[in-house]
């Protein structure tokens, strides 16, 4: 039986929310369930999954609602016991946030906090982009969580930003570091010399623990967004980034990573750093690169970037990484198996697209079709964080059910010789990712050798031994099965390929010297970005409680906006309070 329980006026976040989902579909009693705000595109979700109700249809946007598929009535009690529980866990703060440090208004915000110089925004992406414009007139860095903001949002935010001297991170940055401090699903890395500027989170992440892994550390790392290197956006982050990194003291090295750019954009970026100051690594993912430049170093793989950039620091030879599989058995290559990847990081997705298609041959785009971002030969290779997996369920990085249900599949295929997993650690994924993937696949091993089949789990953690999880206990947990556990993706895709008997061979590129560009022009950077990156940040926090309580772990200043959607979720309402806001602001500047 379907039953409804809507809470009025009961706004909650959408990753709160999937997490609820997650805790109340593994109770017993229960066939299906589905927690969302009632707004028009969640409405459509729900009947999508057969939970359109007649309560949930006049349910308004700020209502909370709670659709399940039930055994009994005497289960619904224990539904709505557990929500409460959970969502009373969730209004505390994890840092025991006093009231003085949450405010309901931006005139609170400012007031409480008028140093404040950075607004992190992870409300629904339909409200995020008036959200940032308001930051912006206050003189405020932004850094987007929030997805599904338009592009024409995005480009009209970064201009503004780029004219007053401010950045914006996003929309869709998931990871950031300003002066040590981790922002939104980041790990913790340890403070150094190295600055990273990238168009992809998961990248970022990669880079940054392998670097935190050899034992250097990471001053800053900003996230631009993954369409800011797009034509239409034109790098206007990415640039500015560049700029100021150059002249942050802090910085001796800097890393670029970028998702596959636009070709004249990467082409602007590339003459830009010709006349860069500072030694700086680049990865434009799908580019193979074949020499590198004197200190304009153009790496292939993340873990290339990341050791290339601790070699800098230390001002060692830079040489190819020399390690290989520790691997005493496999397949031979004519016994034809193959590898199959189910990954919750995009970039970590397309690196191993990319080493697989170049070590095997694999012609063609091998594209990003039906939510594979390779699908060919008997490979495959899955985003499971692609929209397509992730529209009103948890992200794999905080629930194993789509993995788990993807590798099953995956051992159907007799040609199946390896499968290929992440586990992506840090603030905001899942607190024991490790113990959660352990019975599933000790499960599927079982059944493996009833069948007297091999099929070999390889996997990459990224993370460090900072990080809340517990690197070291991950580790063991899965090695503890049988998994074969790599240090970067670089090597688990290498041991996945060695394996199979294609083993991954990896050039030595020459270093040819570079004659430097002479500057057209002095390549200004504000005040207000160089402060944002040489001090702790002050920030008023508008979504996720769980950013402000990691942001108070690491001494800063915070303040934490309860946001609930203006004008009762009116998206056209909205828009003109915030056009009539603009006119105030406009006077106020003259």
């Excluded at 959408?14 to 593994?26: A, D, E, G, Q, W």
Aim: proline share 4%; net charge negative.
């Amino acid at each position: 039986m379907i039953k409804t329980i809507i809470r009025k006026g009961s706004y909650q976040d959408s990753v709160v929310l999937m997490l609820l989902t997650n805790k109340i579909s593994s109770m017993p009693g229960i066939h299906k369930v589905s927690i969302m705000m009632a707004t028009p595109a969640n409405k459509d979700l729900f009947k999508a999954s057969g939970l359109e109700t007649p309560e949930l249809m006049e349910a308004q946007s700020n209502d909370m609602a709670i659709v399940v598929d039930v055994e009994s009535e005497e289960t619904i009690g224990q539904v709505l016991k557990e929500a409460e529980e959970f969502l009373n866990n969730q209004s505390k703060s994890s840092s025991g946030n006093e009231e003085k440090h949450i405010v309901s208004s931006w005139e609170q915000a400012l007031k409480r906090m008028p140093d404040a110089n950075l607004a992190v925004l992870s409300i629904p992406g339909m409200y995020a982009a008036a959200e940032a414009d308001r930051a912006l007139d206050e003189n405020l860095n932004v850094f987007i969580f929030s997805d599904n903001v338009s592009k024409k949002d995005e480009i009209y935010l970064k201009q503004k930003a780029h004219e007053r001297g401010l950045l914006v991170m996003g929309p869709d940055c998931g990871t950031g570091i300003i002066k040590g401090v981790p922002i939104a699903f980041t790990n913790h890395v340890r403070m150094g010399k190295i600055g990273v500027i990238g168009a992809s989170g998961t990248g970022i992440q990669e880079v940054t623990t392998i670097i935190d892994q050899l034992g250097e550390g990471v001053a800053n790392a900003i996230g631009t967004g993954g369409r800011d290197l797009s034509g239409e956006v034109g790098g206007i982050t990415m640039l500015d980034a560049i700029d100021a990194m150059e002249k942050d003291p802090q910085v001796e090295v800097v890393v670029i990573l970028s998702k596959p750019p636009a070709k004249e954009v990467r082409n602007v970026i590339v003459n830009r750093l010709w006349d860069y100051e500072k030694p700086v690594v680049t990865l434009f993912l799908g580019e193979k690169p074949e020499i590198h430049e004197e200190n304009f170093y153009h790496a292939y793989t993340l873990d290339e970037a990341a050791r290339i950039a601790v070699s800098l620091v230390r001002n060692e030879e830079i040489t190819k990484d020399t390690w290989k599989p520790g691997v005493q058995e496999g397949f031979k290559k004519e016994d034809h198996k193959t590898i199959k990847g189910y990954y919750s990081g995009g970039t970590l997705a397309a690196e191993a697209v990319m080493l697989i298609k170049d070590t095997i041959g694999i012609a063609g785009a091998g594209g990003k079709q039906e939510g594979y971002m390779l699908n060919s030969q008997g490979y495959t290779i899955i985003d499971l964080g692609d929209d397509i997996y992730t529209v009103g369920k948890p992200h794999p990085m905080i629930d194993p059910t789509n993995r788990i249900s993807c590798m099953k599949q995956a051992l159907e295929e007799e040609q199946t010789g390896v499968i290929l997993f992440d586990l992506v650690l840090g603030y905001g994924s899942h607190e024991d990712m490790a113990g959660a993937l352990v019975p599933g696949i000790l499960n599927m091993m079982e059944q493996v050798k009833k069948q007297e089949r091999r099929v070999y789990f390889v996997a990459t953690i990224c993370g460090t031994r900072g990080d809340m999880q517990n690197y070291d206990l991950q580790k063991k947990k899965l090695e503890d099965i049988g998994v074969i556990l790599c240090t970067s993706n670089k090597r688990a895709v290498e041991t996945a390929l060695s394996l199979i008997g294609h083993p991954y061979v990896e050039k030595e590129k020459t270093i040819l010297p570079r004659e430097k560009m002479k500057a057209d022009k002095d390549h200004a950077v504000s005040e207000k970005v160089m402060e944002l990156l040489g001090h702790k940040p002050r920030v008023i926090n508008i979504g996720l409680k769980g950013f402000a309580g990691v942001l108070e772990d690491f001494s800063c200043k915070v303040m934490q906006y309860q946001w609930t959607p203006p004008a009762g979720g009116d998206l056209e309402l909205i828009k003109v309070l915030q056009y009539l806001r603009g006119y105030k602001f406009s006077g106020r500047n003259r």
